[in-house]
Structures are given as C-alpha cells and as structure tokens.
C-alpha cells in the first residue's frame, strides 16, 4: 500500500473517531458472509458503525487524536474489527446478542466514557452502563415521581371534601 492511501485511510479514521465517542474493538475473524452480513444489518439498526481495520493504521488514528494506546496496546493483535457509536452500551449489547448463537465476534477492548476496558470479560459491565438518554429519563422520572404524589394527594383530598359537603347537603 502506498503511503498516499495510507495517509488518507488514517484521516478517514479521525473524522471517524471525531464523529463517534466510543468505540469497540473485537474479533470477527471466522464470521461467514451471511453471518457478517447479519452482523452489519444489527449495526445500521443500532447506529453503530462497523469498520474493519488494519491494526496499524487505527493505532496512528487514534494516536493522532490524542487518545492513550498504551492500555489498548494488547488488542492490537489480529483482524480487527471496530464498533464506533454515539451510545456507550449499544455495541456491548450487539455483541452480546450476536454472540449467544455465534461465539463471535469477540470483545478486545472498548474505549467507553473516557476509559478503557480489556477483555471479553469486560462485556457484562458495559453492558450495565448507562447511556446518557437513560440517565436523563430515570432523572426525570425520579423529579416527577413527588409531584405526581402531591397532585395525587390533593386530588384525593378534593374527591373527600366534596363527598362529605354532598352527604351533609343530602342530610
């Protein structure tokens, strides 16, 4: 390859990792094209942006962005592939999906929320994590929930005050 496409492949990866906050990076080697093509079709139904890459050109990619290699140093290895998304858990529920029938694709490192995470046993905590729209509708739900129990209180109050004022009227 020469260095011309290199340099472009590398600036695609930035605009890339600019358009994306978290990526995940996994092993999808010995998927056939009906299981890839399945793959790809969850992804574009998740918005999650699936990549293959060549190791070298994604560590320069990242590198120029200012991310820290070092930790993801060990994923490196291999054909990898790169989940790129927007929600932090929607790639982690991916491959958790896609993965009960398959066994693959295989998590190496994910770079979520500003930290990483290594190893296919890191699958489960990302998972559990939070998108930012779940955080902000448990807030919400959690700053109406007193409301609705004053409004709920008050109503109640009024429907009594009414029956008693309507069966002292009858009297």
């Known amino acids: 390859m020469k260095k011309e496409d290199k340099s472009i492949i590398i ?14 990076l996994t092993e999808a080697q010995g998927l056939n094209a009906e299981q890839v093509s399945k793959l790809r079709r969850l992804c574009n139904a998740q918005d999650v942006k699936m990549v293959v890459v060549k190791n070298s050109l994604f560590k320069k990619a990242l590198e120029a962005n200012g991310v820290d290699t070092s930790a993801l140093a060990d994923s490196f290895k291999e054909n990898t592939t790169v989940l790129f998304s927007n929600t932090g858990n929607a790639p982690a529920k991916l491959i958790k999906e896609f993965s009960k029938d398959v066994q693959k694709p295989v ?54 005050i009414h029956g008693v004022l309507q069966t002292l009227s009858e009297r």
């Open 11 to 24: 600036s695609q990866l930035q605009e890339t990792l600019n358009a994306y906050s978290h990526f995940y």
């Open 107 to 160: 998590l190496k490192a994910a770079y979520v929320e500003e930290s990483v995470y290594v190893g296919a046993n890191q699958l489960d905590a990302l998972v559990a994590i939070k998108s930012k729209n779940e955080l902000i509708g448990e807030i919400i739900t959690l700053l109406q929930s007193p409301v609705k129990n004053v409004v709920s209180a008050l109503q109640s109050g009024g429907n009594t």
